[in-house]
């Protein structure tokens, strides 16, 4: 079995490199005589082509660089060794000559666990047999294709903050995130990279551990105790990860065996445009070495999806598109996602894409890259800059709303408002918006009702639902003061409230990527810029109403596609979410005939900045009235099954009494 990894590892087809390579507990069997002895400790396994004279280094043999030398098993660059008498947490590297004739000593490209920064050694952790709890979950989970899915994106650093100058651990951060989850009602949490990476301000993003467990948050065990907590409580977990690049320190993969063994060779793409080194995404052992490190996570931890970072610079070279498609990137990433999917048909792969190329979420048998979403980077920048607008100028920027579901069926899209957009002197998401300080409330509220009712998946940085004026900082707390103020308490209420909507409307989340359940009704009215569409499905039937200016409507026709009686289900303008409340109390019928040629047309009130949600009640069909109304079977006995005597409780007392005399 060892071998045959090491065999797909060096052809770039395996998942499931971490099985083989790194440092793994286990038993060796040796002879003394005719005895069998067996011994306890750690195989550790390295692959580095260009080295020589390796040995590795420890606590337990002082780093003393004589005491366990690495035998070379393979010619392929695979080196091994077996110590005894090892335990969890002991420090350790590889020592050994590189291609330039240098000695180095270089932390485990497969290692479980690192020292927290600024200490650079790979630490000693059995993985193996920690006690999981979450078979419910995983064995209903899918892709969500039908399903809501709310994400909430969480820097575990910064979400609660340190406490005592220290960061509080995955399972601490479980205590406080579940309650706040079940209060805010989201579906899924998608953290932040937690691979070991040295520099706070890279947010993970530049790792220098692709296997190494965050030790800023705790140990393995630790990370595994968070998704398992979250899903006994009912919510996803998604992993964002970043494929494209690592850390430049040379303890880690830089330059790793002397030569450019997991970057370009090339140096016009050795460095990427953050400063960080690219790795060469067309090695196939690079290709095995990070679909392995997904594959890890998934297996181990449970994770329910992968958000790939920075596909972009995947798909073309340094994320150009002038500078052409990258084939050999493109290549790893149609074999990441069908080997995953194989493996794990209920995971997500979602791309976090900034380009137009085609195919991202399109099955790998129709030549596409085989993802399940995409991140809708162009919908967030036309929705960011529009409600930046001033109303005056809205009309000229109308199609900035319109647009994107012109091309909205060709992947499937998920809506993401995350940490790039609050972040870098870009302002928060209130401060995006025009006006003074009511107008941006009033504003954010009608965002956050537009981002729910588009078609497509949902996701919220931390903190967009306090309505923050400061952006977000990774070295400190989201300001949890502000909910003791109405304005953003109430902020954070119409999130709630939306989220119950989106998971109790079937229109909002079943076959969202079919056209037939979408209709604009009013999408041509620049010149008051008012937007409505209908969404359905079945009994779900729901007009989704935005006024993107301070005008006030006493009256007001919005057409819609089908007759009937219509509800105001949510209104962004209710004094509950800090609005002005200019609500419709009543049901309201409709009248034949509507703007833009539609059938019927119902008559509302529409304040200034006002979103809202009106749902037409479905008359239930006679059968259904005639089922509802149908008494419940009485499961009383009758005289046949108890012998011609109808027996009481009393009577059968008395019967059981006379028998026991």
């Known amino acids: 079995m060892a071998f045959g990894i090491l065999y797909d590892f060096l052809m770039g087809q395996t998942i499931e490199a971490y099985k083989y390579f790194g440092a793994h507990f286990g038993v060796r069997e040796r002879r003394e005589g005719r005895k069998v002895i067996k011994e306890e400790g750690v195989y550790f396994r390295l692959y580095a082509p ?15 660089v004589r005491v366990n030398k690495m035998e070379k098993i393979d010619e392929c660059g695979a080196f091994e060794c077996f110590v005894p008498g090892l335990t969890d947490y002991q420090s350790y590297k590889f020592h050994f000559k590189n291609a330039r004739g240098e000695y180095v ?3 485990d490209p497969f290692a479980f666990y690192s020292e927290y920064r600024p200490q650079t050694c790979s630490r000693l952790f059995n993985i193996e047999n920690f006690a999981w709890h979450d078979e419910k979950h995983m064995k209903s989970r899918d892709r969500n294709f039908d399903k809501p899915m709310a994400i909430y994106e969480v820097h575990l650093g910064s979400w609660k903050g340190k406490v005592d100058g220290r960061y509080l651990s995955y399972e601490e951060i479980a205590d406080y995130l579940i309650p706040y989850l079940d209060e805010t009602g989201y579906t899924h949490v998608e953290i932040m990279p937690i691979t070991q990476y040295p520099f706070d301000g890279s947010w993970g993003y530049q790792a220098t551990g692709f296997y190494s467990v965050d030790s800023r948050y705790g140990n393995p065990f630790q990370l595994m105790s968070f998704v398992d907590r979250m899903h006994q409580a009912g919510y996803g977990v998604i992993l964002d990860f970043a494929p494209v690049h690592f850390a ?14 997991y970057e370009y060779s090339d140096p016009r793409h050795t460095i990427s445009p953050w400063g960080s080194a690219q790795f060469d995404l067309g090695k196939d052992p690079v290709r095995s070495f990070l679909m392995s490190a997904m594959g ?7 994770f329910d999806g992968i958000r790939i970072d920075a596909v972009s610079n995947i798909v073309y070279w340094d994320g150009n598109k002038n500078n052409g498609e990258n084939t050999g990137s493109t290549e790893f990433i149609r074999r990441l996602n069908g080997k995953i999917h194989y493996k794990h048909p209920d995971v997500m792969m979602i791309a976090e894409d900034s380009t137009d190329f085609q195919g991202v979420t399109k099955p790998l048998e129709y030549g596409g890259l085989g993802f399940d979403y995409k991140w809708d980077l162009g919908w967030m920048n036309d929705t960011l800059k529009y409600y930046s607008k001033d109303p005056v100028y809205k009309k000229w920027e109308h199609n900035k709303l319109t647009f994107s579901m012109a091309y909205f069926y060709s992947e499937n899209f998920l809506l993401p408002l995350s940490h790039d957009e609050v972040v870098h002197g870009k302002g928060t998401i209130i401060n995006k918006m025009w006006g003074d300080y009511d107008t941006k409330f009033a504003l954010v509220r009608n965002l956050y009702t537009y981002q729910y009712g588009h078609p497509g998946k949902k996701l919220s940085f931390m903190g967009n639902e306090l309505a923050s004026f400061d952006e977000w900082n990774e070295q400190r707390s989201l300001p949890w003061n502000l909910l003791s103020y109405p304005k953003h308490d109430s902020v954070k209420r119409l999130v709630r409230d939306l989220n119950l909507i989106y998971r109790a409307e079937k229109a909002m989340h079943f076959e969202e990527y079919n056209p037939a359940h979408f209709q604009w009704t009013l999408v041509d009215n620049a010149d008051q810029s008012v937007f409505a569409f209908q969404r359905t499905v079945g009994d779900s039937d729901l007009v989704f109403v935005f006024n993107m200016t301070g005008n006030w409507y006493e009256y007001y026709d919005i057409p819609v596609m089908h007759e009937g009686t219509y509800e105001e289900l949510f209104n962004s303008d209710k004094d509950v979410y800090g609005g ?4 419709n109390g009543l049901p309201m019928e409709t009248a034949p005939g509507g703007p833009e040629n539609r059938p019927y047309h119902v008559t509302i009130k529409l304040g200034g900045y006002c979103a809202l949600i009106l749902k037409r009640k479905v008359e239930k069909k006679e059968e259904e009235k005639v ?10 006995k009758t005289k046949k099954d108890t012998g011609g005597v109808k027996k009481t409780p009393t009577k059968r007392k008395a019967t059981a009494k006379k028998k026991a005399q």
Request: contains cysteine; aromatic residues 20%; charged residues 30%.
């Open 50 to 64: 260009m080295a020589e004279d390796v040995s590795v280094i420890g606590e337990w043999n002082n780093w003393d």
């Open 105 to 107: 000593d270089k932390a």
């Open 248 to 261: 430049t320190d040379y303890f880690a993969l830089r330059e790793f065996d002397g030569t450019c063994l």
């Open 296 to 302: 890890y996570f998934l297996d181990y931890f449970h």
């Open 580 to 583: 002005w409340n200019q609500y």
């Open 627 to 636: 089922e509802e109304k149908k008494p419940a079977k009485k499961t009383t």
